[in-house]
């Protein structure tokens, strides 16, 4: 995986499909230690070869430049990423929600996000004798 | 090998319980990301002979995986100490109502049987 300054994302798949890497793969982002990271591989079908990118979100801008115009099966996956991490995509021409009703509210794939499933149902792993926390939801969360 | 239609008999159709296997410690319970498992237990004491003591052991009284939840990850099969968990190719059991996909003891214990 080699990783790309944000502000050079867009311009690096543009080399790539320049160079024969025709194939788009996905592109989806994953948070790691509070850090958002998209990433996005694609691929030379010629010779087999893939290219896996990452970079790393500036969450003070929490965007990153589409590359829907160079590889246009990257919509539906900026879309996707856009709904489920709060990531903006410059340029992303579709900015319908995919499988969300609406983008209000917190974006359900960050970690600090409790969705509603995990308030309406109680933990069926809570021990009787001691309060314990349920693994991977936020640590101020606690059914009461 | 495969069955009848081709289906590999390692494929991730189903999963199966032993319930005589299963301690209920509630490992798998935890561990399950979509919260899909439940089970109840009781204490009874048991002594057996030549033993000083009664022995504390866990006794099943229920165990379900909602398979409307389930997404099929395999962390249960994977963490349980006791192996009472385990894959089976079967895939024939869709139902007519979200209840219908919540399995306990009886139909988790039938996965995997009829096919031995
Ligand atoms: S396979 Fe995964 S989601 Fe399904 S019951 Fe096991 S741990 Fe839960
Ligand atoms: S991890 Fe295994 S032994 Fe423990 S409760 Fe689950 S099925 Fe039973």
């Known amino acids: ?144 | 090998m495969t069955n009848s239609i081709g289906i590999p008999a390692q494929a991730h159709g189903v999963i199966a319980l032993t319930a005589s296997a299963c301690t209920s410690c509630m490992i798998c319970v935890r561990e399950c990301p979509a919260w899909c498992i439940e089970l109840e237990s009781h204490d009874e004491e048991v002594t057996e002979p030549g033993a000083r003591r009664p022995r504390t052991v866990s006794v099943l009284d229920a165990f379900t995986i909602d398979f409307g939840l389930c997404m099929y990850c395999g962390i249960c099969v994977d963490l349980c100490p006791f192996d009472a968990l385990a894959w089976q190719p079967d895939f024939d059991y869709a139902a007519g109502s979200p209840s219908g996909l919540v399995q306990g003891i009886n139909e988790l214990e039938s996965w995997g049987k009829s096919r031995e």
């Open chain 1, 1 to 144: 995986m080699r990783n790309i300054d944000t502000a050079l994302w867009a311009d690096e798949f543009r080399e790539l499909l320049a160079r024969g890497f025709h194939f788009f793969d996905f592109l989806t982002a994953y948070e790691r230690d509070s850090q958002l990271e998209v990433i996005a591989r694609v691929v030379n079908p010629e010779n087999k070869q893939s290219q896996l990118l990452a970079t790393l979100i500036d969450p003070n801008r929490g965007a990153v430049t589409s590359i829907a115009i160079t590889y246009r099966g990257a919509v539906w996956h900026e879309r996707e990423t856009a709904e489920m991490f709060g990531i903006y995509f410059v340029g992303l021409v579709d900015e319908r929600p995919l499988l969300r009703r609406s983008l209000l509210g917190s974006p359900p794939m960050l970690k600090s996000t409790v969705l509603a499933a995990r308030m309406l149902k109680p933990w069926p792993g809570q021990p009787s004798h001691r309060k314990q926390q349920p693994i991977g939801v936020a640590e101020d969360w606690l059914q009461v």
